[in-house]
């Protein structure tokens, strides 16, 4: 209780914009009270802080989310709370770990493949259940947010096409028309990226332009996160009205590049009832909040920590295996579809 006092005294005594740079503000101190009542539970005051961050009417979603994380894209509509970063000011972030080998860096942090697994086809059903989804043909049929979050494979990526396959030796490199030596598969470079998979939300050339640092906004509160967590909390309240769909539909709308209203340009969310909700919604955070350091506390208030952080990452076969055991098989880069289980 004293915490959620000390944010409504914050939000109190904030104003609730500021001229040139922002600034702590009354939404930033209401949703993260909203986010401090979401992991004790406290659904009606997560209701309560939320709605009122909604009402403010200063917030929206950005109409790209491939271009929300970008360098070029700051102070965007849709942060609640940032820190910025400068390289003006020295105040950066070192991107070695995160680019590919190809272009410098080391592909360290990869995303799993049970993420990889985890976005629903176009219909809205799950992989194992769309008949548009293809083991062969991973990225297609899926939702946006897919290839914005991973790499797809031979895609032109910052101007070097990203191939993990352990025959692809060489790629090109767009920027000079010749082909390359390939590091970024284990049959040339050892450490290149041990799943076959990188990560590309927020990742830009003007990160291999600047001595490999980046000044990307540290978002720490966007406004798709409030919305997430209004419907969640209401879910959990058993309080589902319309307002709880707009609020699941809008963020999901936006991956699709259009209006929420247009219920069949994307795979809008119905009232299917509390059990049904709740899954969704919880599927919508680990997609729309991919990397972004919400994943381990939600798997840890929805109590599947134990579970989900237990589960193999996904390592490669050798690249002689893979070629033997997959590819000649015409089995690359999925043999069959995953199972995907009751939690997602």
């Known amino acids: ?71 070029t894209t700051k102070n965007a509509e849709e942060s609640i709370f940032l820190i910025p970063r400068s390289i003006e000011y020295n105040l950066v972030m070192d991107v070695h770990g995160w680019l590919p080998r190809n272009h410098g ?16 086809c176009t219909d809205g059903l799950p ?23 991973i790499v797809p ?41 041990y799943n076959g998979l990188i990560w590309k939300k927020g990742i830009d050339i003007s990160w291999t332009e600047n001595g490999k640092e980046a000044e990307n906004d540290y978002i720490i509160m966007r406004y798709a996160d409030v919305l997430l967590m209004y419907a969640e909390a209401k879910i959990e309240l058993n309080e589902i009205d319309d307002t709880v769909l707009e609020a699941i539909n809008r963020v999901r709308a936006r991956a699709y590049s259009t209006d929420f209203t247009n219920t069949g340009s994307y795979p809008s969310v119905k009232d299917e009832g509390q059990e049904k909700l709740r899954k969704i919604v919880r599927l919508e955070r680990r997609v729309e909040l991919a990397n972004e350091g919400l994943r381990y506390m939600d798997l840890i208030r929805w109590k599947l920590a134990e579970k989900a952080l ?30 995907i289980d009751e939690d997602g």
């Open 310 to 339: 237990n589960r193999p990452n996904y390592i490669n076969l050798q690249p002689d295996e893979c070629i033997e055991k997959v590819v000649n098989r015409g089995l690359w880069p999925w043999p069959e579809t995953p199972d």
């Open 153 to 193: 494979f031979g895609e032109n990526f910052m101007g070097i096409e990203f191939n993990p396959h352990p025959e692809a030796l060489e790629v090109m490199n767009y920027k000079t028309g010749q082909m390359i030596k390939n590091n970024d598969t284990r049959a040339v470079a050892q450490y290149a990226s």
């Open 105 to 120: 860096g080391y592909a360290v942090p990869n995303p799993t493949w049970d993420l990889f697994a985890s976005y629903v």
């Open 1 to 71: 209780q004293f915490v959620y006092d000390e944010f409504d005294a914050a939000a109190n005594a904030l104003p609730t914009t500021y001229s040139g740079i922002k600034r702590a503000t009354k939404g930033a101190a209401l949703a993260m009270k909203a986010r401090y009542a979401l992991y004790m539970g406290d659904y009606d005051v997560v209701v309560a802080a939320t709605k009122a961050v909604m009402d403010l009417n200063v917030y929206s979603l950005h109409k790209d989310y491939g271009d929300l994380f970008l360098t």
């Open 127 to 149: 992989i194992d259940e769309s008949p548009l989804f293809d083991p062969h043909d991973p990225f297609k049929n899926r939702d946006p947010r897919l290839s914005m979050t």
